[in-house]
């Protein structure tokens, strides 16, 4: 009987283990975000476009493998040596900018790191003013289905936000 209840017990203090170890792993959202940010500012003073695009660093690092099959570790001693040419070429391939009709050649400047995070600046010079700018974005769309690109656009006193999916895209936007 004495057994018994010790068995009972030990059976009941395993479950309510069991229980505080399950519950904080189903509340732990184990899907990863999957998203880029990327802000474009016009300066008509100087009339320069300056891009920055912030991605995971793991995220591109698996891009560019797919596409290039590269095994790169960016922000370390493993980095290849001609990484910014494959990340400009990747970025380029996928970012797109028309302004008023006319294609943006992206000017790539270069790269830093935070933390997990790449950020990639591009700036374009001698871009007369316009009117309407078209954004197309497929970073990471050949990676995840779920890949979403936030852009943000700022010239003057107009600001816009575009939130970008594998479905859309692309966005035109008409300055006032």
Known sequence: MQKNILDNRFIQM????????????????????HVSLTKI???KETKTLQITTRLFIDDIENALDKKY??????????E????????????????????DNKNINLQYLG?????DIVYLYFEMENIPDFKQLTIKNTLLF????DQRNIVKFKKGNFQKTIYLTKD?????LTIQ
Do not use: C, M, W
């Open 14 to 33: 395993k479950k309510i283990f069991l229980l505080f170890l399950i519950i904080p792993l189903l509340s732990f959202n184990l899907h990863k975000l």
């Open 142 to 145: 050949d990676l995840f289905e």
């Open 111 to 115: 790269k830093e790191y935070e933390d």
């Open 69 to 78: 099959g590269i095994k790169t570790e960016l922000d370390n001693e493993r």
């Open 80 to 99: 290849l040596k001609n990484t910014d040419g494959y990340l400009e070429k990747y970025l380029k391939e996928n970012l797109q900018i028309v302004a």
């Open 41 to 43: 500012v016009y300066k």
């Open 168 to 172: 859309l895209f692309r966005e035109t």
